[in-house]
């Protein structure tokens, strides 16, 4: 399996991958699946990508040549070189997933695997705004919203929570840096399918560049200190929360009981403690 | 959907369902997920369970009436009224499943609808020790242990790392009971089929009795308090530990870019900040 998340802010955008991959369980390799596309001053454009690792192999080869169009009208083509927005930019993405569709996709299905690739597409090109794509199979794509400022692929549901409770378009950036790496620390708590290193980066909006690109492995300092620190501190607040405690009061428990056999089920409704 | 989780621990054992049924996001229903059997001073008995709900209604009808054996040897067929053991209780259980797949799994297959339940059930008969089990869909079960404490069935993702974090057998069983707690609320936010009224069960060991039994609705204050309490102090865990700093040092990070077309994906090593 594989955890992404793609964050999109008022601020700019993180996007945060592990890099394990595994085909059953004893046979786990380490392959990254961040790719980033820069053109200093023009556009900048980072692809995450989970699902079958051959599938998504081939979509970023072929995404290096892939076109739309004929350019009969516009004179030319459109890749993602030279896309005028990232929707085009998404749209060349989603014909490159179709195109490796055609080449295995009848072969896979005799294989009895399905055709799964999910990704995440997101960047900023000159002229418009930045803007965040998740791309699925089948080629077409939804995009991230003010409603919805982040997007997930893979093994999503252990560090959805805590991206609930943080991200807005408003969050700074390094705050949401900060909480895409508490998300993918539950996730290596929770599943072994997920693993470091880690790829990280942050896009500041209309800067065309990063410098903020970097691998994080398990000597790094700072993924130590909030690995250590989060799972201190939640246990600290864990701890500060009383405990229920029970007293003689009765509530109306409709609660489904049974006292023997052949008897009906019957609903009680009066012999329970009270939670205070 | 359905989130159920069932902890044993060395002083007792801890129970705990939501109560929401969903057919589609336009079919959302309450029906409870839990059910006691008690016969005070012999044996205490609880049932939890996800999946199909006419299975699991069906399941839960079957085994008051459910016996395995005929009797010829002990004198009289086992049922989960005078099981002398919880894992010969567990069997009936599994007896039961398998009696409504063989009246219900042929035509549901032909309707295109998987035979699916899964169901907690733990408890204690008197002359033996707390025991837990997880029962599938063939009727086959695997018993919890002190490695692993606790199971559940359904939307189990969400609510996994604080289980993960907090539970070993030495946990006091109000801690436990917390923890669950803590556990299906960071369900309830991640995920729309899971929903209040709550059911809880807290089992104090050798006592085949209890008085800790309550439904948990929007109003309950113990419920309200740590619903909130944990998001506030989450959030002020969150931002107590620092956001991550970049400073112009090189880092050897091997990531992948691309600059151009037909341009061959290349791995820099050299020009990224270092996180601190």
């Not at 179709?98 to 294989?111: M, P």
């Not at 405690?245 to 009680?268: D, F, Y």
Request: contains cysteine; glycine residues 8%; aromatic residues 8%.
């Amino acid at each position: 399996m594989t955890y992404c998340v793609a964050i999109k802010l008022n601020a700019g955008l993180v996007f945060l991958s592990d890099s394990r991959t595994n085909a059953g369980l004893d046979q786990i390799s380490s392959f990254r699946k961040m790719i980033v596309y820069e053109q200093t001053g023009d556009r900048f454009m980072v692809l995450l990508s989970a699902g079958n690792l051959s599938i998504s192999q081939s979509v970023r080869e072929i995404l290096q040549i892939e076109q739309i169009g004929d350019g009969a009208e516009s004179g030319e083509p459109i890749t993602i070189w030279n896309a005028k927005s990232m929707f085009d930019a998404a749209r060349v993405l989603g014909a490159a997933v179709r195109h490796v569709y055609e080449r295995d996709g009848a072969a896979l299905k005799r294989s009895g695997v399905d055709f799964n690739v999910s990704m995440l597409f997101g960047g900023q090109i000159k002229g418009e705004g930045m803007r965040l794509f998740q791309i699925y199979s089948a080629g077409n794509f939804v995009e991230a919203t003010s409603e919805t400022p982040y997007f997930q692929v893979g093994e999503s549901k252990y560090g959805k929570p805590v991206l609930d409770r943080v991200l807005t378009p408003e969050t700074p950036l390094n705050e949401a840096a900060k909480c895409a790496l508490v998300s993918m620390d539950s996730t290596l708590k929770s599943n072994l399918s997920v693993g470091l290193p880690l790829d990280l980066v942050v896009y500041e909006v209309d800067r065309f560049a990063t410098d903020k690109l970097i691998c994080i492995d398990e000597n790094n300092p700072y993924f130590r200190m909030l690995h250590d620190s989060w799972g201190q501190k939640l246990r600290q607040v864990f701890d500060s929360i009383e405990d229920p405690a029970w007293n003689g009061g009765s509530t109306q428990v409709p609660l489904m009981v049974s006292t023997g056999r052949n008897k009906p089920l019957r609903k009680i409704t009066n012999h329970q403690d009270r939670l205070i």
